[in-house]
């Protein structure tokens, strides 16, 4: 009876505790790991969230730039963090499912080591070029390698990411031999290719934006399977011919896999609230990008699905990081 009531003591005080924890929650600010370099699409989606969740929940949520290697360094440091909650990584397609695929001793498996927080953005990856450009379609792009393989060169924010296999996929698929030239984030990339001294780039939109809203970037694909929102007179590849030719990205946040659930279900809703919002829709489809509400376990699941089919494509293309 006694150790009965002992143990009826110790769960109760468990509850509470945990209670207090989530009412407590946070106490100090919480600090955003954005595993690329400023300026480029997961700098801009992480810091406008981390600035309106900011505004609107009263927390403090610091964005903190770890760039470097296709965004794997950022990912590691957040699974190295202490799972109280005040660590978290703004993850994406490159980082999340395919590096662990191309990277040969990544430190991480983010099915196990992280948990999934909210779904933060859907974004489709489009080839730009300058306005300056000869290539005033894909199809010229297409003509003209095959007129002088290796003579065109197209710019990515680095090995390993999604984008970079999105223009790998688009040689396969046109059949043609074009130059890769990996960046250290998005932003190095795009300066050279609105310099000319990169013929093309394949980007985030996010990413891309500002300059094609500039009219410094002309767009000739996005490499999604519908059109975006965002531009809604760019083709997609699979319209110029190349069926079935699906390749897009998403952007969300996760934590420590040992993190407390009550946290993860506290983050999780004021993320969530605050994507909601018309403004905060307004602000990340002026990225080029659009929110999707799911569910915690619906992102979780989204992860462990894009990860299984991810194995194959890059398997498939043969491509390999030391």
Known sequence: MFRQLSSFVLLALA???????????PAKPIRMIVPFPPGGGTDILSRLVANKLTEVSKWTVIADNRAGAGGTIGIAEAVRAAP????MVMGQKDNMVVA?????????????????????????????????SRFKSLTDVVAAAKAAPDAITYGSPG???????????????ANIKIRHIPYKGSNAA??????????????????AMGQIKAGKL??????????????????????LGYKDFDVST?????????????????????VNKLLATPEMKAAIHAQ??????????????????????WKGIVQASGATIE
């Open 15 to 25: 509850l509470t505790a945990g209670a207090a924890q989530a009412q407590s929650y």
């Open 84 to 87: 109280a909650g005040y660590d």
């Open 100 to 132: 662990p695929w191309l990277y040969k001793n990544l430190s991480y498996d983010p099915t196990k080591d992280l948990v999934a927080v909210a779904h933060v953005a859907y974004t489709p990856v489009v080839i730009v070029t300058s306005t300056n």
């Open 159 to 173: 090995n390993g990411t999604t984008i970079h296999l999105a223009g790998e996929i688009f040689k396969t698929a």
């Open 190 to 207: 795009l300066m050279d290719v609105l310099a000319g001294n990169v013929d093309l780039m394949v980007s985030s939109l996010p990413s």
């Open 218 to 239: 002309r767009p000739l694909a996005v490499t999604s399977a519908r059109r975006s929102t965002s531009l809604p007179d760019v083709p997609t590849v699979a319209e």
């Open 250 to 270: 998403w952007y969300g946040l996760f934590m420590p896999a040992a993190t407390p659930k009550d946290i993860v279900a506290t983050v999780h809703a004021e």
């Open 288 to 309: 080029g990008a659009e929110t999707q509400n799911m569910s915690a376990e619906q992102f979780s699941n989204l992860l462990k699905t894009d990860y299984q089919k």
